[in-house]
């Protein structure tokens, strides 16, 4: 069976083209008008969105339910079976702080974390700081945003967004009555940085376009109009962001663009301090320090940059004197070994980087300078370093999983080189690893590049070339997608799909030069590398043209617009995820809240014809044809503040319009959310169990 048209006529946007010269080029846009001239209120409350786009949204969401409505029993499998794989009374693994331990856990049904602490050492005790269950109940949605603790562990501030906009609201709670102060700070980013005697907190507030350029200083029990401003940043294409270093004492404020950084410092055991600059903007270079208060005698920034050093390198320089010419060189650059980051601890550097798109993790004694590494056999897998709380320790945390294992928590201790299992995933309904097999491939490019494509699958699952592909891509601002564990994802390898994600360029599974060549003027070539991908799968024998779904979501949603334009032949259907699909008009909009910053990733169409043109070269809404397209599936959220709901809107519309084949195109918003989708648990199953069942549907698997 494969996914049918629904039979109401799907919902027909009025089309009112506005036209506008841009160097030159006339742009039609037709449906403009979705944009809602009160986008930044509507943000906040969805219920001001003007009446004609709320009833277009509705109508689109009923036509997307009727067309989905035959997936329903096979949804309700799939999260049933996904279900089953969680654990639902789970707990994450303690981190120690001075006299307590600190960690997470979920009651069984419960859909959000309880955030909760005990004893050191102990295994009674246990103190519910924050109630993620009792503080969304009645709420379409809620997410719980950060929850710092302060030194003396007498306060917790955390935070919450109730709307799915990402403005978060900032509370005090007293751990000793457990009660909420009267202090509520609004509009924030949802962190916040404890002063040294906690007295005091530091919180990024978002600006009205959703712009984290301000820092102030709260006085506990002060009115927070009295709110000191004590860093601004007057550049709106920089993201501030700000964190309190592992050793203490000292707050490290980042201004961060796409390819370049700044670092000040903050004083947290002065009450009034005052920022100051450590480490400017040097041109097109990133820098990312960590704090160590006494190596050698003094002082010390430790950090990561990429200054002669594409794959990025480590270096130390006395805080005092930051310059680059005080810069000794710790970790020497080497081409193709990318150093994701770096940690500092007393006696330890520890860094994780990857080589050939497999990662390790390699520590350094800081006295010796001797370095071993921590690495595993298998062909592709994912590792990650836990942060801690303490400074002055031996034990370092990660975590390891790949397609086939599920993920296992290690304490390791870096002076015996011992480690131990302090957790590993339990999958309830079961789960044999040896029944999956995953690979790594590399798919030839057409310019010779070789594209990393991992692989999971059924090990009875054929290789004849019949079997269905889901194939993931996101190729964007550096990220790399993790060969990791997901036990949602057996409910599409158990039903003999072969699960593939392609590391494409724009992310940087295979080093810096890997995302370099993937943005502004080289951004094609993470559409090529996806589509690669899908080919050497079918040169490989391993599925057919028109047996592939694809999906990707924000970023990869752009993907997703740009290779269904570009070879929709080759699949058997598009999954869309908050879609970044009307690239020039967003990027022509210096309102919109992420458009400044990611100049840099794209180009500026405003101030250079060049970029202009380029991006209106493969921009999704701007080059759909009248040509055959696959089924389609679009998610949007309503408070989406990054890729804004009129964007797949729009899409869908000019789809719909211009096609000249039978096959369903679907937007589904969500009304009471935004980027992220659903917040709880459980209610997120819902929303990949749906997205698989499509890719079930259109591959023509079974319903049921």
């Known amino acids: 069976m494969t996914l049918k048209t629904p039979a109401s006529a799907a919902p027909l946007a009025a089309r009112r083209p506005v036209t506008r010269t841009v160097h030159g080029v006339d742009l039609v846009d037709d449906y403009g008008w979705m944009r809602a001239a009160n ?144 202090d509520v700070i609004e509009e924030t980013g949802g962190d916040a940085v404890w002063s040294t005697d906690a007295s005091a907190l530091y919180y990024i507030r978002l600006d009205d376009n959703h712009r984290p350029l301000r820092i102030f ?3 506990i029990g002060k009115p927070v109009a009295d709110d000191a401003l004590v860093f601004e940043e007057k550049d709106t294409s920089v993201f501030v962001g700000m964190g309190e270093a592992t050793a203490g004492g000292l707050a490290l404020i980042s201004c961060s663009q796409s390819d370049s950084t700044e670092t000040w410092a903050l004083d947290l055991t002065d009450p009034v301090a005052a920022p100051w600059l450590v480490l400017p903007r040097l041109g097109e270079i990133k820098a990312y320090p960590d704090y160590h ?62 080589e050939n798109a497999l990662p390790r993790i390699v520590i350094r004694n800081l006295t010796s300078g001797e370095e071993h590494a921590i690495a595993f056999d298998e062909e592709a897998y994912s590792l990650g370093i836990l942060p801690g709380y303490e400074f002055d320790t031996d034990t370092l945390r990660f975590v390891y999983s790949s397609m086939t294992t599920p993920s296992e928590t290690f304490d390791y201790d870096m002076r015996a080189r011992t480690r131990v299992l302090r957790k590993r995933q339990e999958v309830p309904s079961g789960h044999d690893a040896s029944a999956y097999v995953t690979r790594r491939l590399l798919a030839p490019a057409a310019d010779g590049e070789t594209v990393p494509v991992s692989l999971v699958y059924h090990r009875d699952t054929p290789l004849d070339g019949s079997a269905p592909v889901l194939l993931y891509g996101y190729g964007s601002y550096g990220h790399s997608l993790p060969a990791s564990f997901s036990t949602a994802r057996l409910s599409l390898v158990d039903r003999g799909f072969i699960y593939a994600i392609a590391h494409v360029r724009g992310g940087m599974e295979k080093g810096y030069r890997w ?4 943005k502004r003027e080289f951004k094609a070539n993470t559409f090529a590398d996806f589509i690669a991908a899908a080919e050497h799968l079918i040169a490989q024998g391993l599925t057919a043209k028109g047996r592939i779904v694809a999906q990707g979501g ?151």
């Open 293 to 354: 208060p006494d190596y050698r005698g003094r002082k010390t920034l430790f950090i990561r940059t990429n200054d002669e050093a594409e794959d990025y390198r480590i270096v130390a320089t006395p805080l005092a004197t930051p310059g680059r010419e005080h810069w000794e060189e710790i970790v020497p650059h080497r081409p193709g070994v990318l150093v994701l980051s770096a940690t500092v601890l007393k006696d330890w550097l520890v860094r994780l980087e990857r």
């Open 39 to 182: 986008w930044q209120e509507a943000l906040r409350d969805p219920a001001v969105l003007p009446a004609e786009i709320t009833a277009h949204l509705v109508a689109e969401n009923a036509y997307a339910e009727e067309a989905l409505a035959p997936l329903k029993p096979l949804i309700d499998t799939m999260v049933a079976e996904m279900r089953g794989r969680i654990k639902e009374d789970d707990a994450g693994v303690p981190v120690a702080d001075g006299p307590f331990e600190y960690y997470d856990r979920f009651r069984e049904g419960g859909q959000h974390p309880i955030v909760c602490r005990r004893p050191r050492g102990s295994e009674t005790g246990e103190q519910i700081m924050l109630d993620g269950d009792a503080l969304a109940a009645g709420k379409a949605f809620f997410d719980l945003g950060g929850a710092a603790h302060s030194a003396d562990h007498g306060r917790l501030a955390w935070s919450f967004d109730d709307k799915g906009s990402e403005f978060f609201t900032l509370r005090i709670r007293d751990l000793g009555t457990g009660e909420d102060l009267a």
């Open 217 to 219: 200083r709260h006085v």
């Open 554 to 704: 924000s970023a990869g949603g752009m993907l997703m617009g740009a290779i269904a334009n570009m070879r929709p032949e080759l699949f058997a259907g598009i999954l869309a995820e908050v879609p970044f699909v009307d690239v020039v008009n967003t990027m022509l909009d210096d309102t919109l809240p992420l458009t400044p910053p990611e100049w840099l990733e794209w180009g500026n169409p405003i101030t250079d014809p060049e970029a202009f043109r380029r991006m209106l070269a493969y921009s999704p809404y701007d080059n759909v044809t009248a040509q055959a397209y696959p089924p389609i599936l679009a998610l949007a959220g309503v408070s989406d503040p990054r890729v804004t709901y009129w964007e797949p809107a729009k899409w869908v519309a000019r789809l719909r319009a211009a096609k000249t084949d039978a096959n369903p195109v679907l937007l589904l918003t969500n009304m009471d959310a935004g980027h992220g989708g659903a917040a709880g648990r459980f209610d997120r199953l819902a929303e990949v169990a749906r997205s698989y069942a499509f890719a079930v549907a259109v591959t023509g698997g079974k319903l049921a």
């Open 515 to 518: 995302y370099r060549t993937g």
